[in-house]
């Protein structure tokens, strides 16, 4: 099993650019996360799933949107890249949701 | 979420045992404690979670308190690579909460 893989691992954008984040998980897990994480800072949640075709709000999710169109794929949207969005982006999954199974995380630049 | 304060960093000997503190003095009564740890640059790894009774793995032991009130996350033989951020999370599993709140952890350095 590969659990929770990502894609791209590295990116840089340029400010109004657009791009999407891949998560793709294994392990049949109902629920599935996107959390972004600052230099010094705890992991925020910005959106989640619970099941194929759902999703949710989190801590912070202006300027991203998301899909689960299928139950092992969970993208991340950014539709006009901001330098604010510069972080390191983790994707997790889970069934039940106490043992989340994270991926290796995408490090994003936005100039 | 109950909100968990924890100290910002700790260190320990390698070889002696770990013991990270968690207050959650809010916490209620469907609340479970959860530990998460994250070693640099890799995503979080989720180590072990209880209610109100002591909890044991392989790879370490949560101690709650009697009140609910604090708990310590023990490693047992701290090696170099337990050195990580710690997480204590408190939150409700199931139902209609279906998310963790990830506070900013302790830094647990293990020194030789």
């Known amino acids: 099993n590969a659990g929770v893989t990502q894609t791209p691992k590295f990116r840089v954008l340029k400010t109004g650019q657009s791009m999407t984040l891949l998560c793709a998980q294994d392990m049949n897990h109902e629920y599935m996360y996107w959390y972004r994480q600052d230099p010094g800072m705890g992991l925020r949640l910005i959106h989640y799933?619970?099941?194929?075709?759902?999703?949710a709000k989190g801590e912070v999710p202006d300027g991203y949107n998301v899909s689960r169109l299928k139950k092992q794929n969970f993208l991340l949207g950014l539709e006009s890249a901001a330098p604010s969005q510069t972080s390191v982006y983790f994707c997790a999954s889970s069934y039940p949701i106490y043992e989340q199974y994270f991926g290796p995380g995408t490090r994003l630049t936005v100039t | 979420d109950a909100k968990t304060t924890q100290p910002p960093s700790m260190d320990c000997a390698e070889g002696r045992a770990a013991n990270l503190p968690c207050n959650h003095s809010t916490i209620s009564g469907n609340e479970y404690v959860y530990w998460y740890r994250q070693i640099h640059s890799q995503g979080p790894q989720y180590i072990i979670h209880?209610?109100?009774n002591n909890e044991t793995n392989e790879m370490a032991s949560l101690i709650i308190t009697e009140d609910r009130k604090s708990s310590t996350l023990i490693l047992p033989h701290a090696t170099l690579r337990d050195t990580a951020v710690y997480y204590c999370?408190?939150?409700?599993?199931?139902?209609?909460?279906?998310?963790?709140?990830f506070g900013k952890g302790t830094l647990l350095t293990v020194n030789p």
């Open positions: 999370i408190a939150g409700a599993s199931g139902g209609s909460n279906y998310k963790l709140t």
């Open positions: 209880g209610l109100k």
């Open positions: 799933s619970v099941g194929e075709g759902t999703t």
